[in-house]
């Protein structure tokens, strides 16, 4: 019996480990097929300029893809699409074959593609979080006690852990936060100088937010070119840049005016 046993050992090892299945193992979806695809789901004959087709997650999703195109002549943002491999049943259990069975095909609508941030973005980005997240304590905190915490250099101490886990000291350009509060604390005003080391806002700017919110006076009004605040639950200055051109969205045909009217698209899941 001793003897059998590295010759049963080489018989279940003699297929070697299993191999994962992975994006390779597909057909590739070419440029002119996901064109035509795009073509035929906005429903009406538009130029179709396919910038890549890349593979999602190609280990955990080797039957997905995704694809950027441009619209030359509709003036739209880059927009990405998903496909997905569609399986064609029944297979047979036995059976192998050389290539999957089935086709790709359009598995989402069309969105925006955002590019890539530039560092300052992403700093601004990071300072909006986290105001985000030290006014979701503070108003937690309001809600406890029917007024907002004081302000100064403890704000840390009240809100630390009941309302946040971490207070971030400084913002990304390594300028600390500003909070303040009127003299009643039923408002609140948070900002970040953003780039710039001090604040260009006037002092009576902060205390009448603070102490009033958001009135008539103030509502709308754009806080400063390197400004980002926040006030009762509104940021005063959205300062993230939005993509240039329009976006294409099911419904919306860049190639027909809406004075013609437009025929529905078809979505991912029609014929």
Known sequence: MRRALPV?????????????????????LTRDFAAAAIQKAIGC??????????ADEPDEKP??????FRLPESGTADLGVGFDWEWQFPIEVESEWSEPPGAWRMASAASP????????????????????TIATAVEAFGVDYELYPLAGAGLWKRLVPTYIRRFPPKDPWGNAYRYETGPKRDHYVLSSSGGEAFSRLPESYFREVAATGLGPALSGRPAGPSEIVYSDGVFLLTPLPEADGKSFLPGVH??????RGAPEAAGPDDE
């Open 45 to 54: 004959p538009v130029d179709v300029l396919v910038l890549s087709v890349e």
């Open 254 to 259: 860049p190639c027909v005016s809406a004075a």
């Open 63 to 68: 039957a997905s893809r995704t694809v950027v």
């Open 113 to 132: 593609v955002r590019p890539l941030d530039s560092d300052e973005t992403r700093k601004v980005r990071q300072a909006v979080s986290e105001m985000r």
């Open 8 to 28: 049963l050992a080489l018989v279940l090892g003699a297929e070697g480990p299993l191999a994962a299945q992975t994006a390779d193992d597909f057909p590739p």
